[in-house]
């Protein structure tokens, strides 16, 4: 897995081991960023279910200002920080080691983004309650984008949301929606 372009183009990222992340597949990532290839710059990301964190950073290689990359699982937070740093963007990298419940709580009506990516364990029911809490905290900058991967057929929805675009690959399904501006 690497990074695709910008800044850090070809920096190969660590993976966790074991079942408990599944990495996005380069092919899948660079359909995601294609959707937004103009919608990057200078917005503020965040990435609520880090793994790796390579859809961050990503973002961050390509012109995003910052991000702050969540996940719940300790060793998967270290090798988060390490890829930041190998990909020298740790600068503009936030890490927190935590549940997206409490992540969501705390930054309710505190901050806002303008990337959020979702890609929870699969069949976990953290989707839609994770939308549900975004829309909710005012945590989506107007204009802000959500990137949603699943498995699910079922349509996904976020309180002051419109459906921007999706794409399936195999069978995986990214759901972009997009925050109504007032």
Excluded: H, W
């Excluded at 950073?57 to 920080?81: F, H, M, W």
């Excluded at 009506?109 to 976990?124: A, E, H, T, V």
């Excluded at 994770?130 to 996904?156: K, N, Y």
Aim: with cysteine.
């Amino acid at each position: 897995m690497r990074i695709i372009t910008g800044s850090a183009k070809g920096a190969r990222l660590e993976t966790p081991e074991g079942d408990s992340t599944r990495p996005t597949s380069e092919r899948a990532k660079e359909g995601i960023f294609s959707m937004l290839q103009f919608d990057i710059e200078g917005r503020s990301v965040l990435d609520l279910f880090g793994g790796s964190g390579q859809l961050a950073l990503e973002a961050l290689s390509r012109g995003a200002e910052n991000a702050l990359i969540v996940d719940s699982d300790a060793a998967a937070c270290e090798i988060i920080k390490r890829n930041a740093k190998k990909t020298r963007l740790f600068e503009k990298t936030t890490v927190l080691c935590s549940d997206y419940k409490s992540v969501l709580r705390n930054l309710a009506g505190k901050r806002s983004f303008g990337l959020i990516f979702l890609d929870p364990p699969y069949r976990s029911g953290y989707l839609p309650d994770a939308l549900r809490r975004l829309g909710e905290g005012g945590l989506i900058a107007d204009g802000g984008f959500v990137i949603c991967e699943s498995d699910l057929d079922d349509p996904l929805s976020c309180p002051g949301c419109s459906l921007y675009k999706q794409a399936s690959y195999g069978r995986l399904r990214f759901t972009v929606l997009r925050k109504d501006c007032p």
